[in-house]
């Protein structure tokens, strides 16, 4: 059991590593910015994901939401189901597929596009379908998910919080957040009694 964890956080520590190189204003200023321009157009931000990813998407949602922009869940399944009328065209849907061909969510992206969405893919791989299809490509590609099965998706699903996690920052510097804009949208909990501590 030990060294299954020593594999792990060895894995884990090396990867973030690879990405503390590329995870630049630069990289993430373009998709920064087609968010930045559609809110500002009045136009909304989506996230969706399929599996592991859709608990990331309901998170960033969140998180985008509470450090200024507004960002709506759509569920990657329902969306062809009646739920793509949430998006308008203009709007930006961030699609999170570690591989980017779920069979799932591909009709989602045709459908999407073809309402006119404008999409920001976060996948591992610059050749998948979600890639392929979207404005902009958050790349967070992995060597190693850092287990013996090397299938579940532990190590790709950091990464993937990581590049979304550091594109939220980028955004809430963009937004000018402050302490007391912060807690006017998270006024509860310790968070809301708690002063900026960095």
Known sequence: MEKILEIFNQTVLQEISNFNKI??????????????????????????????????????????????????????TEAVHGSSGQVIAGDVVICISYYGNVPELIPTINTLKQNGARLISVTGFDDSFAAKNADVHLNCHIEK??????????????????????????????????????????????????????
């Open 145 to 198: 998910e850092g287990d013996p099965l090397g299938k579940p998706p532990r190590t790709s699903m950091l990464v993937t919080l990581y590049v979304l996690m550091a594109l939220s920052l980028v955004l809430q510097e963009k937004n000018k957040m402050s302490d007391e804009k912060y807690v006017m949208f998270h006024p509860a909990g310790q968070l809301g009694k708690k002063k900026n501590e960095t």
């Open 23 to 76: 995870i630049t204003a630069e990289y993430l200023e373009v998709a920064a910015g087609l968010i930045e321009t559609a809110v500002q157009r009045g136009n909304r931000v989506h996230i969706t994901g399929i599996g592991k990813p859709h608990h990331i998407a309901n998170y960033m949602a969140s998180l985008f939401s509470s450090v200024g922009t507004p960002c709506y869940f759509l569920n990657g």
